[in-house]
Structures are given as C-alpha cells and as structure tokens.
C-alpha cells in the first residue's frame, strides 16, 4: 500500500514569504506527527495529531508556525514570514496505536531559506 | 544534557565487522526506537522494543530499562548498512507517541 507522501520535496523561498507544507498519511492511521531536522542536528518534534483530539503544540518553535489537519487525512505545516533558521527538511510520520505506535515517515520535504 | 545520548557520533568500519551503536536516556519510557537513515534523508523504522531483545535479520537491538540504556547491533557489516542510525524514545510523560530524538550515529562501513 502506498505509504506517506509528502510534497513538495523541495521548496526555495525568500526570506519573509509564507510557506505551506502537505503531508498525506497512510489511510487509517489516525496519529499524524510533524518533525524538523536542521542540517547536521537531530529531528525535532513540532506537532502531533491523534484523532480529533486537540494537537499537541508544544514543539512549535514559534507562533509563525501552525498546522492543520482534516479529521484523519492530509496535514498541513505553515511557516508565516520564514526566516532563514527555517532552513531545514520537515518530516512527517503517522501511526496507529493500533499498530504498537510504530510510526511510519514521509520522506521529507526541504525547505531552504534564502 | 540531552535526553537521549547515542555513542559513538561516527562511527567507520570494515565489511564484515560486528557493530555496536549505544544509547542511554534519561526519563522513563515506555518504549524505544531505533531508526535508520539513509544518504537521501528517507527514515525507516527498524524496531520499536519496550524490553528484552528483538532480532531482524543482521540487526539486534537490545534494552535494559534498569539502565536506561538500549545498544542495537549490526552483525555482519555490509557497505549498504551505511546510514545513520537515531534512537528515539517515548517518554512517559509525553502526550501520545512524540518521540525524543538522539544525535544519531554516522556509520560508514568500507568494503
């Protein structure tokens, strides 16, 4: 079956501009997760969705930085007003509890701040 | 000091060779990943243990919850198994299933 996708796989913006990431989970997983990995650090947990539950905000760096996800399908990460310590590739992974909260990540998308 | 603490940060070896990747935390969990990483930045989870020991193929991975410390091993070495590898755990007073990430080990295995 198809696992998660994530788009775009690259994105330049400029300093200052709005940035809007998609994440697809695998079908049935109802825990979406948002992670961060600046070059040459380890990941770092932004957000996490379980079902209509309110998020877990906690990593959010900062209040440029929202996300959005529609009952158990697509998320969305959005960078108001990037600045260039955004530059990282954002990963996101989704689970099930239901399958022992293995989580299962998308490939990431690159983000570069210019 | 990070939570979670991977030794070694890089680490070089011949074909062939065992591999011992360690890592130690500090909070309680109630579970434990280790997770590999290729050259392209792709993560694929390769266990999720909560005790004992689990076995896949060339891979090991073992936990002591006394010690808080978990080693996962590479028997065996090939040049493919060069990734790096992250532990990440999930503590017991975090919300759902938010993992803590370690630094990640770098191994380059030489043919």
């Known amino acids: 079956g198809a696992g998660v996708s994530q788009s775009p796989s690259n994105k330049v913006t400029e300093k200052g501009k709005d940035v809007e990431l998609r994440c697809d989970p695998i079908?049935?997983?109802?825990?979406l997760y948002w992670y961060r990995q600046r070059l040459g650090q380890g990941l770092e947990f932004l957000i996490y969705f379980q079902g209509n539950s309110a998020p877990d905000k906690s990593g959010l760096p900062s209040d440029r930085f929202s996300a959005e996800r529609t009952g158990e399908s697509v998320s969305t990460l959005t960078i108001q007003r990037t600045q260039q310590e955004d530059s990282a590739v954002y990963l996101c992974?989704?689970?099930?509890?239901?399958?022992?909260?293995?989580?299962?990540f998308g490939p990431g998308t690159r983000l570069t701040v210019t | 000091k990070n939570e979670v603490e991977q030794s070694p940060q890089n680490l070089t070896a011949q074909e062939g060779e065992f591999i011992t990747i360690n890592c130690s935390y500090s909070?309680?969990?109630?579970?434990l990943h280790w997770l590999q990483q290729h050259p392209g930045g792709g993560i694929v989870s390769l266990f999720m243990l909560s005790s004992g020991k689990k076995k896949h193929g060339r891979l090991i991975a073992t936990i002591n919850i006394q010690e808080k410390h978990s080693s996962l091993h590479i028997t065996a070495s090939h040049p493919r198994d060069s990734a790096v590898y992250i532990c990440?755990?999930?503590?017991?007073?975090?919300?759902?299933?938010?993992?803590?990430f370690g630094e990640g080990t770098q191994l380059t295995v030489n043919p």
């Open positions: 990440a755990v999930r503590g017991l007073e975090t919300s759902g299933s938010r993992l803590t």
């Open positions: 079908s049935g997983h109802t825990a």
């Open positions: 909070v309680g969990i109630s579970a």
């Open positions: 992974a989704s689970g099930s509890p239901g399958q022992g909260d293995e989580q299962y």
